[in-house]
């Protein structure tokens, strides 16, 4: 049972104060950023790896930058996970790159594909009521972002739109 109301109203009126808040700084400069990219590239190079995974986690960095992460085992990997037409493949590939865990993955699949993928984190798990479990897994990932495919095309709203809405129901309401 979700937290959030999901009607749509109320979700781009949450989707809105994310934009307020994000609109002036660097988070909406680099979300366009790396939509342009994908939209002309089916892969990541270094650069925008990192910047990519800073803009959803900045902790690891270290990991990010490692020497594992070159520039052309990123372009390799996240070709194979974008072309892939295996959800497993998909998802799980990304992890093979350092620093990579379940959420920068989805992160990088949305950005590759913004209206198949959404951004799965700790704030829209919790706004729709799911269990954050301990370990993710294949089958929690899949679960999530079917459900939020769905509750997106029931309320009309993009999947990015929703995934605001959660992250700022979460962050005004989860204590």
């Not at 699949?109 to 993710?136: C, N, V």
């Not at 709203?157 to 992250?167: G, P, Q």
Request: charged share 30%; with cysteine; aromatic share 12%.
């Amino acid at each position: 049972m979700t937290r959030i109301k999901l009607a749509t109203s109320n979700i781009l009126k949450l989707a809105s104060e994310y934009d307020k808040t994000f609109y002036a700084k660097d988070d909406c400069k680099v979300e366009k950023e790396l939509i342009n990219w994908f939209s002309s590239h089916r892969y990541l190079n270094r650069q925008n790896f990192l910047k990519l995974c800073m803009w959803k986690s900045p902790r690891p960095k270290k990991h990010y930058e490692d020497k594992l992460n070159s520039d052309s085992r990123i372009g390799e990997i996240t070709k194979l996970a974008i072309g892939s037409k295996d959800e497993y493949l998909k998802i799980t590939v990304l992890q093979l790159l350092k620093g990579v865990s379940w959420p920068v993955a989805s992160v990088i699949l949305h950005f590759a594909e913004p209206d198949k993928y959404t951004i799965m984190d700790f704030r829209a798990i919790w706004s729709l009521g799911m269990q954050q479990p301990k370990i993710y897994d294949f089958d929690f990932w899949e679960n999530y972002t079917e459900t939020v495919r769905s509750i997106a095309k029931n309320a009309k709203v993009t999947l990015r739109n929703l995934d605001k809405a959660l992250w700022v129901y979460s962050k005004l309401n989860q204590k």
